[in-house]
């Protein structure tokens, strides 16, 4: 599917560069493909690397949104992950359903929300939900969706690469992009493998994408963090809980860990804030207080759960304060970043996105990822 690449690989020229082979990478490539357009991907490690955002087996999809315009874009998102399925004969999705409670996650605005979109739903007492997910304890009302589970992060890079290979994309791997300079309506991308010219340049780069850019676009401030996963075994593997997403006193997410979680399917749970990190230079230390703080949480909320945690490993995230993503176009270049945290679902409308604004010379950007909207007082 791909290959590493010797200076000789890299053409001169090609109509469209994609920098990074994560998922809005990858997402992007595909829809690319999809309209016949000429692209190599570049890839300084592999695709879906464990050192970037797009690794593992397990990602939640949900259609919970406060904002009415995002719960139209999941509505989308899964269409095109079964056009994707359909396409690379894979399976990616595993609907579960979707549980959101807490009070700072405020089940009532979302189906508030959902209501107004047409979105099935159904908010549940804390007692009603405990008696129908038997080891999930709960406090305050409940809110339920159908059409919520997991997405395997993974085989969804490999099947948005495979399916654009077979139309003629390139993917090297290996190629570290040391820096893109715009030539007028073109640009010239060079890496430690030589240069190359494009028409466009996709920088879908997470936490490098900054280093890489930030002296060329006027990007919003980014953070990059770091978060810890943990997998816990459950104590009666015939029980599959919904995907669930709770703020209370934490800011905690769980699911079916799939592959990941090994033989028995653990559960997969992870703080959605995290430490700060350097891409470059990753802590390797296990972070202690991190593990005794979802220990004590599984202890506390997850009952059905043994609360000793294994196959801990990390994963970053490259965030907006807003936590919306940047899709927009400077000149020649295309900006795809800071999704991480709860983009992965997202990731087909990235790329129709992407493809849009790269491949139409008047295509303007959705708005709410727009430089503009990031830049509104």
């Known amino acids: 599917m791909t290959d590493s690449a010797t200076p000789q690989d890299l053409p001169a020229r090609v109509d469209v560069v994609v920098v990074g082979a994560g998922l809005m990478g990858a997402a992007s490539t595909w829809q690319l493909a999809q309209r016949d357009i000429e692209t190599l991907v570049l890839e300084q490690f592999e695709p879906a690397t464990a050192r970037g955002s797009s690794h593992g087996s397990a990602r939640i999809v949900r259609r919970a949104y406060p904002h009415d315009d995002y719960v139209r874009l999941t509505g989308e998102a899964f269409d095109l992950w079964s056009e994707l399925e359909a396409q690379s004969s894979r ?55 159908e059409q919520a589970g997991t997405m395997d992060a993974a085989l969804a890079v490999a099947a948005f690469l495979e399916v654009a290979v077979s139309r003629g994309v390139r993917v090297r791997t290996g190629v570290g992009v040391t820096g893109i300079e715009p030539l007028g309506d073109e640009a010239l991308v060079h890496t430690d493998h030589g240069s190359v010219r494009a028409r466009r340049v996709v920088v879908a780069a997470g936490a490098w994408c900054e280093g890489l850019i930030g002296s060329l676009v006027t990007l919003p401030p980014l953070s990059v963090t770091e978060h810890r996963v943990f997998h816990f075994p459950r104590r009666d593997e015939s029980v599959t809980w919904p ?84 899709i927009d176009r400077v000149g020649p270049i295309v900006v795809a970043s800071a999704c991480s945290g709860h983009g992965a679902k997202l990731s087909p409308v990235v790329g129709r996105l992407v493809a849009d604004l790269t491949t139409d010379r008047d295509a303007a950007p959705f708005y709410r990822f727009s430089l503009a909207n990031h830049r509104a007082p």
């Open 243 to 326: 995907v669930t997403i709770h703020r209370e006193d934490l800011d905690i997410y769980h699911l079916p860990g799939g592959r990941d979680g090994g033989p028995g399917d653990a559960r997969k749970i992870a703080e959605h804030v995290g430490r700060p990190s350097d891409p470059r230079h990753r802590d390797p230390e296990v972070d202690v207080r991190s593990r005794e703080r979802i220990v004590s949480y599984v202890q506390r909320w997850l009952p059905g759960l043994v609360p000793t945690p294994f196959g801990e490993t990390t994963c970053l995230y490259t965030r907006t304060e807003s936590e919306d993503f940047v």
């Open 91 to 145: 399976t990616l999705l595993r609907v579960t359903g979707g549980i959101d409670h807490g009070s700072d996650r405020n089940p009532r605005a979302l189906a508030e929300a959902m209501t107004r979109t047409g979105i099935p739903h159904a908010m549940l007492a804390s007692a009603e939900a405990e008696q129908r997910w038997p080891g999930l304890r709960f406090d305050g009302p409940v809110l339920f969706h």
